[in-house]
């Protein structure tokens, strides 16, 4: 049989095979062992000599504990132990109480506007000044220029009554968001063509006109083009704007025979169709009636005649129906009134 020969560093080893005997890896001399041996510069590579220790391993390369050691090892499952941490759940500010309020919202505790002050509410009826009073402690009476003086005898403009009565509704409303009004956005398209949105009183006009709380293109009153915001506000506008505040719903259906026989007005035919509804409402309303309120008794309601500071007033003073409404005195005994846990720290603490 042909020798075998195994080339091993250059150099040539001839080993014979025999047939009958197969010699064990143990046997082999010292000699053949040393030759069997893998060549350094194989391992270490080329350009680094036998004997230098291979350069450490880089932390990047290093293995995880859980890593396998070889190529064909399977790393165990890690146990529940090893799972990586989750992070805490958020905690409360050291300072939160539950029921503590935000210090952005309004709430019962805390007086929403600051009060506002008049001079001259002398110079108003005695019936209607404690209603301009319990508003002006809202903050709900915005004249511009701000003033001193409230000229309860001067006639309120369209602008000015629209917006008093968004802020004396959402007000008074304050902690009850399904009946507040939403101010108009600056990017909304106009309803009237003398309120652009560049108008400083834009946001409650526009807002009014989208709660179709005033007659406009809105609501179907393609003809009314125009607010005129700087016109005196007439007698039959003030209950045409107000009574839906008041119900909460739809006007009811009116003629001309019922508000005379309600009212008795000898004037109820000079009415405009639209405001007849309005005033056959607010009769029902018995003495928290808005025309009541603001003109006492009378036999003329003198639609077209302008409404006072003081009459607009009296009528924002109160909001909704008999036995369910709330009045501006309410609101602001409310704003002020400690909350129950407000109490209860006070109580704490003594």
Request: include cysteine; charged fraction near 15%.
């Amino acid at each position: 049989m042909k020798p075998v020969t195994v080339v091993l560093r250059g150099k040539q080893i001839a080993i014979g095979l025999l047939i009958s005997t197969v010699l064990p890896l143990a046997a082999c001399s010292a000699e053949f062992q040393r030759r069997l041996a893998p060549d350094p510069a194989l391992i270490n590579g080329p350009g680094q000599e036998s004997g230098l220790a291979s350069p450490p391993a880089s932390p990047e390369a290093t293995p995880s504990p859980n890593a396998p050691e070889s190529p064909g090892a399977i790393a165990p499952p890690a146990s529940p132990s090893e799972s990586p941490a989750t992070s805490p759940s958020p905690r409360p500010a050291a300072n939160w109480r539950p029921g503590q309020p935000s210090a952005t919202t309004s709430s019962p505790g805390t007086l929403r506007t600051a009060p506002q002050r008049f001079t001259d509410l002398a110079q108003a009826p005695a019936d209607l000044q404690p209603y301009i009073t319990d508003l002006a402690e809202l903050g709900v009476l915005q004249i511009t220029p701000a003033a001193s003086e409230f000229k309860p005898g001067q006639p309120i403009t369209r602008r000015e009554f629209a917006r008093w009565l968004m802020a004396a509704n959402n007000e008074i409303f304050a902690n009850q968001p399904a009946n507040k009004i939403r101010p108009a956005s600056p990017s909304e398209t106009p309803a009237f063509q003398d309120v652009p949105s560049s108008d400083p009183d834009f946001a409650a006009i526009q807002g009014l006109a989208s709660a179709g709380l005033v007659p406009s293109p809105l609501s179907g009153n393609s003809t009314i083009v125009t607010f005129r915001p700087d016109a005196p506000l007439t007698r039959e506008d003030l209950i045409l704007w107000k009574t839906p505040l008041d119900l909460r719903r739809s006007l009811p259906n009116a003629t001309l025979e019922a508000v005379q026989q309600t009212w008795g007005f000898q004037d109820a035919a000079s009415i405009d169709p639209r405001a007849q509804r309005a005033v056959l409402a607010d009769f029902q309303n018995a003495d928290l009636s808005n025309i009541r309120r603001a003109f006492g008794y009378t036999t003329l309601f003198q639609p077209k005649k302008p409404v006072t500071r003081a009459e607009a007033a009296a009528v924002l003073w109160f909001f909704g129906t008999q036995g369910n409404g709330l009045s501006a005195r309410e609101a602001g005994q409310q704003a002020t009134e400690p909350t129950s846990s407000q109490t209860a720290e006070q109580v704490g603490g003594q």
